[in-house]
T-cell receptor, first 111, second 113 residues
Framework: GIQVEQSPPDLILQEGANSTLRCNFS?????LQWFHQNPWGQLINLFY???GTKQNGRLSATTVATERYSLLYISSSQTTDSGVYFC?????????????FGKGTLLTVNP | DAGVTQSPTHLIKTRGQQVTLRCSPI?????VSWYQQVLGQGPQFIFQ???????GRGNFPDRFSARQFPNYSSELNVNALLLGDSALYLC????????????FGPGTRLTVT
């Protein structure tokens, strides 16, 4: 099955700093999603982005499917951005919807 | 619109017992998937159901089973609980079997003692 690797595993920032989180995947995908998991365990959808670039406020994401990676950019970070960020991918083809998750990036934003 | 709902929120069980977790998808969504997340790891796929049929199964033992009802809600059953089954169980819904984006519920935190 598809392998998903995220980097860095941990990231500590001061409020106001910018950051880039990376997700590499081992095979072609027809779905890639970024999630933020809050301290209570809820996975919040950030982006559905199998290819191209999207922006939502201070967050943006880019997926280069041909090179098998995706990037999540966080600008002007705030303490509320803290938490674990997951990238998840679904292999191309097939009729099921199995998402394979990376191990996540733990982001800590200090005031 | 209500999001994905799961019940119960927390659950404590003893080894060897059985547990049933419940999930209601977003209105109009016909596919439900279950994931297990142990501490420090990403969620692992357990099952996907679409139109009441199993469409995918992850690498979990037969102690894990699930079903989907005509109203598209779903139950996950785990028999003969082990300590290692302690985890956050997440339910996700999507419009179709392979359609755009999965949306996750708040999860059920299961502790096996």
């Amino acid at each position: 099955g598809i392998q998903v690797e995220q980097s860095p595993p941990d990231l500590i920032l001061q409020e106001g700093a910018n950051s880039t989180l990376r997700c590499n995947f081992s095979d072609s995908v027809n779905n890639l999603q970024w999630f933020h998991q809050n301290p209570w365990g809820q996975l919040i959808n950030l982006f559905y982005i199998p290819s191209g670039t999207k922006q939502n406020g201070r967050l943006s994401a880019t997926t280069v499917a041909t090179e098998r990676y995706s990037l999540l950019y966080i600008s002007s970070s705030q303490t509320t951005d803290s938490g674990v960020y997951f990238c998840a991918a679904r292999e191309g083809g097939g009729s099921n919807y199995k998402l394979t998750f990376g191990k996540g990036t733990l982001l800590t934003v200090n005031p | 619109d209500a999001g994905v709902t799961q019940s119960p929120t927390h659950l404590i069980k003893t080894r060897g017992q059985q547990v049933t977790l419940r999930c209601s998808p977003i209105s109009g969504h016909k596919s439900v998937s279950w994931y297990q997340q142990v501490l420090g790891q990403g969620p692992q796929f357990i099952f996907q159901y679409y139109e009441k049929e199993e469409r995918g199964r992850g690498n979990f033992p037969d102690r894990f089973s699930a079903r989907q009802f005509p109203n598209y809600s779903s139950e996950l059953n785990v028999n003969a609980l082990l300590l290692g089954d302690s985890a956050l169980y997440l339910c996700a819904s999507s419009l179709g079997a392979a359609s755009l984006g999965q949306y996750f519920g708040p999860g059920t935190r299961l502790t096996v003692t």
